[in-house]
């Protein structure tokens, strides 16, 4: 059974940071890329970042570039996404998911082209 499995979210001050963990199990992990998502309370799904480790692509949203780092541990089958500089306006539930195909900066943020997700995990960022 495909299952990921998302950690690390609470609430913190603007300004703090906060890692999230997305740990997956069910599928070999080396041939999944993983995209972060985050959706606010009233406001549609947004692509957050996107690691594909089988070709050395990440990719982020313009609004946390410079802030947020997405990395991968392929020996613990898990990819993390570290958070700096948070702001309010990160406030959301953020999900992980995982994929087969290599997505490129004009599709890795679209929901669709993801085949598993997670449960979610909250974070709120108080000003």
């Known amino acids: 059974e495909v299952q990921l499995v998302e950690s690390g979210g609470g609430l913190v001050q603007a300004g703090g940071s906060l890692r999230l963990s997305c740990a997956a199990s069910?599928?070999?992990?080396?041939?999944?890329?993983i995209g972060w998502f985050r959706q606010a309370p009233g406001k549609g799904r947004e692509g957050v970042s996107y690691?594909?480790?089988?070709?050395?692509?990440?990719y982020y949203a313009g609004s946390v570039k410079g802030r947020f780092t997405i990395t991968s541990d392929n020996a613990k089958n898990t990819v993390y996404l570290q958070m700096n500089s948070l702001k309010p306006e990160d406030t959301a539930v953020y999900y992980c998911?995982?994929?087969?195909?290599?997505?490129?900066?004009?599709?890795?943020?679209?929901?669709?082209?993801?085949?598993?997700w997670g449960q979610g995990t909250q974070v709120t960022v108080s000003s």
């Open positions: 690691i594909g480790s089988r070709w050395g692509v990440t």
């Open positions: 998911a995982a994929t087969t195909k290599r997505l490129y900066s004009y599709t890795w943020y679209r929901g669709v082209q993801y085949d598993y």
């Open positions: 069910g599928f070999t992990f080396g041939d999944y890329a």
